[in-house]
């Protein structure tokens, strides 16, 4: 079985670096993928209220015993708050839903899934967040697809930055501004769509195959290998055993500083997925 390390956040809880995704996958089939990624080794999931499959996910926990005791404080339990349900009373009603469908008594991380900032109302779930830390029920506080001038707008309103930042993230797309926001401000960065779902595999007429050629490795390897390399969490997602088996498997190779410069060189200037300024999941 793979040790995953760990990355320290700035509360003190430590995130296994690899998680599985399950972003697009199915409340029936959610189970069966979730309990073939614990029997690999996965001692991360993550889901949100807006896939629509955290009851999937708690009926995977439950199925393996990872549902509550020893096992589940071996696991890291990653959900999201739908952004129509962002306000203080709402975010408390919303969390007492998915915290029955996961069947579990707590959370490791409870995230803002998007900023809205046409209708922002993160200051008051903070507020909401911070009740649930305090009551145990969370134990980590998160955002996602925030960039600098929300974590900024947060913290003036809070005095708090999240622990981490879960952001689109890959190859073609690096962020750089936000990844650098966030390491000069204590925040781990967590890539979603690590390899732009599957976009990036064949970025750089040849980079990226090239590079796998060189260590016997997929591609797919090459890409999640840069991002551990860069200290960045990655939560793939596969409903393959074969799949989350190799997306676990990063530890038996390293890449060269030129490698790296080659991969970093593929930054362009187009997200594959949605613009945090403008989009809601409600």
Request: glycine share 10%.
């Amino acid at each position: 079985m793979t040790a995953v390390p760990k990355i320290d956040l700035a509360d003190g809880m430590g995130i296994p670096q690899i998680g599985l995704g399950v972003l697009r996958v199915a409340d029936a089939d959610t189970a069966a993928v979730v309990e073939s990624a614990l029997a690999l080794g996965y001692r991360h999931i993550d889901t949100a209220a807006g896939y629509g499959n955290e009851g999937g996910v708690g009926q995977a926990l439950k199925n393996t015993g990872f549902d509550s005791g020893a096992r589940r404080e071996s696991l890291w339990l990653t959900t999201k708050l739908r952004d129509s349900e962002q306000g203080y009373d709402e975010a408390l009603r919303a969390f007492d839903r998915q915290i029955a469908l996961l069947g579990s008594d707590y959370v490791d991380l409870y995230m803002i899934h998007w900023p809205t900032p046409f209708d922002w109302r993160a200051k008051q779930v903070w507020r909401a967040f911070r009740r649930l830390r305090s009551e145990g029920r969370v134990r980590s506080l998160g955002v996602c697809n925030f960039l600098p001038e929300h974590l900024r707008r947060l913290h003036q309103e809070t005095g708090e930055y999240p622990v981490v930042d879960q952001i689109e993230l890959h190859p073609t797309w690096q962020q750089r501004e936000t990844t650098a926001f966030c390491e000069a401000h204590g925040i781990a960065v967590q890539a979603y769509s690590p390899m732009a779902r599957g976009a990036d595999l064949q970025a750089g007429k040849g980079v990226i195959e090239g590079i796998a050629a060189r260590h016997a490795v997929s591609p797919a390897q090459v890409i999640l290998r840069w991002h551990i390399e860069n200290g960045t969490i990655i939560i793939p997602k596969s409903v393959h055993a074969d799949r989350q088996a190799e997306n676990l498997d990063l530890f038996g190779f390293r890449l060269d500083e030129d490698e790296h410069a080659a991969i970093d060189a593929l930054d362009g200037p187009e997200r594959a997925g949605h613009d945090p300024m403008t989009f809601t999941y409600a």
